[in-house]
């Protein structure tokens, strides 16, 4: 129907004739003139509609936005003083020879507004993609995707497709469970990953893997987290950590390279779980920031005030500083602010102490701790912090983890608040992890990862011994802050993968029925073998600056894993339930 689109016409076509289709961005009456801007995918283009021609300027006159037209006319300079150099087509013009209506358009709820309530947007969300914002988040998308592709199949990976109805799996969060019809009584599961079936792939030969694959998972929600979600799917064969990071990095910046002209470094710099944890109390920490937490524990250890003296004296307890420049400047109703978000994260409070002369001792301190604390602890404080005048230093005091999330989240918080993020892209691999934890109600470990990955040590024997102290063969890329990948090297011998599934508190019975299909594999030949995966929809959400996954993707839900276009979860006819062996059970009303 069309020669051209709106945003390609340009001055090499001036003097041309031209068809192009698309909605009507904006019309304007000049009294006498007519000019629609027309929208498309690729961009706008300004067509006039003069007098002189009436039927088709009278069809014009009933134009309104978001109309969808099929204009045919000829291509020339826009006259002096009216080019929009704003516009790819701001140089030119179409001057209309033929008009064809294509539909007509109802005033639409929002037009083309970027502070439209989002679950307006998300209600209405084919006129929200044409905007010119998401337009664009969707087409960067696919240019990732695209990089991706190109770069894996040249490295000789083979992309494989793995089960959508699969089963349950303890892959740390609730699965998605479908019922069979054939199968009176049982229930697939949506993957949370393909985890088991790429390590399988693994066993058969294939060598390298990938798959760009729709993941489930029945989890709460944030603004980088969606009940379905696509990742990058990797795995590899007869490889360690150094081969699968290597290969990685390479995969990171040649993406960044063909898809945004940015050159990540080489390599990306690696830092210990433990090491990010003390210096910025987070896993996945943002090295564009220069804050980093400084440990006092040790100052505060004899001192009268309990609230500093009990934690560091407890062996899972914490007391760190961070020294915020140009922080004395801050109001009490900002400190009183900064208070309440830490707050969020467990903590019962924020001290802080003002430096208005760092050279003058405790007299040029200002603060309604300073009372509590004797002049060694303030001036090793001062000293250790290399605090300076016009800063401010917060302290943290309680359990470890507490302290952490409290200061790594206002490390951030305070960077973003006073513009102290660095414009540029800081990637870093983190490992050394922690092979399990302990639930702190059960009591019993758990995976930091899944119960798949290796750990440093080849003895199961002295995996059982010392749980807490064996670190895992796991490594996560972390890019600004934000993990947008992570994976490890796999367990490839039986008696660890049965090892592990003990300290885990899987029964023989359970293993059996759950993974008895990988550990019978696992009797028949496996190589080492490791992988990772990429948040897809999160990497591009920081490639395009957005704040929300939402913004990258075409039919997203919202935090509460409600689609507002389909009104999706809905009810199912009885037939439908009868037909899988499902009956509903009426929820109690509270009264009752």
């Not at 430096?355 to 301190?365: C, E, Q």
């Amino acid at each position: 129907m069309r020669s051209h689109y709106c945003g390609h016409v340009d001055e090499s076509l001036i003097g041309q004739e031209v068809t192009v289709a698309g909605w009507v961005h904006r019309r304007r009456d000049h009294g006498g003139v007519i000019f629609i801007d027309l929208r498309d995918r690729e961009g706008l283009l300004q067509v006039v509609f003069d007098p002189d021609r009436p039927e088709m300027f009278s069809e014009a006159e009933r134009i309104r936005g978001e109309y969808v037209l099929l204009v045919k006319g000829v291509v020339r300079d826009r006259p002096e003083g009216t080019i929009n150099p704003n516009m790819k087509t701001g140089k030119v013009e179409v001057l209309a020879k033929e008009l064809t209506t294509l539909a007509d358009a109802e005033t639409p709820p929002f037009h083309h507004d970027e502070t439209a309530n989002e679950e307006l947007r998300l209600r209405y969300r084919y006129l929200d993609l044409r905007r010119e914002g998401m337009m664009h988040n969707l087409r960067l998308r696919h240019s990732v995707t695209r990089a991706m592709r190109n770069f894996l199949d040249s490295e000789g990976f083979v992309d494989v497709e793995t089960p959508m109805l699969t089963r349950a799996t303890p892959e740390g969060a609730r699965d998605y469970i479908v019922p069979s019809r054939t199968h009176a009584g049982k229930f697939f599961a949506l993957p949370q990953s393909p985890q088991i079936f790429k390590q399988l792939l693994m066993m058969s030969g294939l060598d390298r893997y990938y798959q760009i694959v729709r993941c489930f998972r029945d989890e709460d929600l944030r603004a980088d987290r969606q009940p379905e979600f696509t990742q990058l799917d990797i795995e590899l064969s007869f490889v360690d950590e150094d081969a699968v990071m290597e290969t990685m990095e390479e995969l990171a910046r040649n993406l960044f390279k063909t898809v945004m002209d940015i050159e990540l470094p080489s390599p990306f710099p690696r830092m210990p779980y433990a090491e990010a944890m003390q210096r910025f109390g987070s896993d996945k920490p943002d090295l564009r920031i220069d804050l980093e937490l400084i440990e006092v524990a040790d100052l505060m250890q004899s001192v009268d005030f309990k609230v500093f003296a009990g934690p560091a004296k407890d062996k899972e307890g914490r007391v760190a500083a961070l020294c915020v420049p140009g922080g004395a400047s801050l109001s009490r109703k900002e400190i009183d602010d900064y208070t309440s978000f830490v707050g969020r994260f467990g903590a019962k409070g924020l001290a802080y102490i003002k430096v208005n002369d760092a050279s003058s001792g405790r007299d040029g301190l200002q603060s309604p701790i300073l009372k509590f604390l004797p002049d060694a602890a303030v001036s090793g404080i001062v000293e250790r912090t290399r605090a300076a005048a016009g800063d401010l230093i917060f302290f943290g005091a309680d359990k470890a983890n507490v302290v952490n999330d409290a200061l790594g989240a206002l490390r951030v918080k305070v960077a973003q608040d006073r513009d102290l993020v660095s414009d540029r892209w800081a990637p870093l691999w983190v490992v050394d992890f922690p092979m399990f934890e302990k639930d702190k109600t059960t009591g019993r470990w758990t995976s930091l990862h899944h119960p798949f990955t290796a750990p440093s040590t080849t003895d199961p024997a002295e995996l059982k011994a010392n749980p807490g102290d064996i670190l895992s063969r796991a490594y996560d890329m972390v890019l600004n802050g934000s993990e947008v990948g992570g994976g490890s090297i796999r367990i490839h011998d039986q008696a660890m993968q049965a090892a592990v599934f003990e300290l885990l508190s899987i029964s023989g019975e359970e293993a059996e029925e759950k993974f008895g299909f990988l550990l019978r594999a696992l009797q028949y030949g496996c190589p080492p073998h490791g992988g990772i995966a990429f948040g897809l929809d999160r990497l591009v959400m920081l490639m395009a600056g957005a704040d929300s996954i939402r913004d990258v993707i075409a039919f997203p839900k919202t935090q509460s894993a409600h689609c507002p276009l389909t009104n999706a979860p809905g009810d199912v006819s009885a037939e439908q339930l009868k037909e899988t062996g499902i009956r509903l059970r009426k929820v109690p009303s509270e009264q009752a």
